[in-house]
């Protein structure tokens, strides 16, 4: 199984990114899908969340009305949309995808989000 991020980069504050996560080696279908982010001496923490018909969307509370998440069952991937970028919204972004019917989770490698200016 393979999850690899990808869209991040350096961009200035008020700026906009979109991530992606590409999902290999599963039944994409049957996984619920999250971002989180961990940023230097901080704590891992759940971005949003997306289940796996795509009907049922949550999102932190430090990025609702910013951030959007959503996938593509089709093209096995996930993104999210992030607007109204800030320097605070700096971290390393993660993929995971979880199946309690599989009992499964998968954890991507990462991405580096950098809001500066």
């Known amino acids: 199984v393979q999850l690899v991020e990808s869209g991040g980069g350096l961009v200035q504050p008020g700026g906009s990114l979109r991530l992606s996560c590409a999902a290999s080696?599963?039944?994409?279908?049957?996984?619920?899908m999250r971002w989180y982010r961990q940023a230097p001496g901080k704590e891992r923490e759940l971005v949003a969340g997306?289940?796996?018909?795509?009907?049922?969307?949550n999102y932190g509370d430090s990025v609702k009305g910013r951030f959007t998440i959503s996938r593509d069952n089709a093209e096995n991937t996930v993104f999210l949309k992030m607007n109204s970028l800030k320097p605070e919204d700096t971290a390393v972004y993660y993929c995971?995808?979880?199946?309690?019917?599989?009992?499964?989770?998968?954890w991507g490698q990462g991405t580096q989000v950098t809001v500066s200016s």
């Open positions: 995971y995808a979880e199946s309690n019917f599989y009992g499964k989770h998968y």
């Open positions: 080696g599963l039944t994409f279908s049957s996984y619920d």
């Open positions: 997306i289940n796996s018909a795509g009907s049922r969307l």
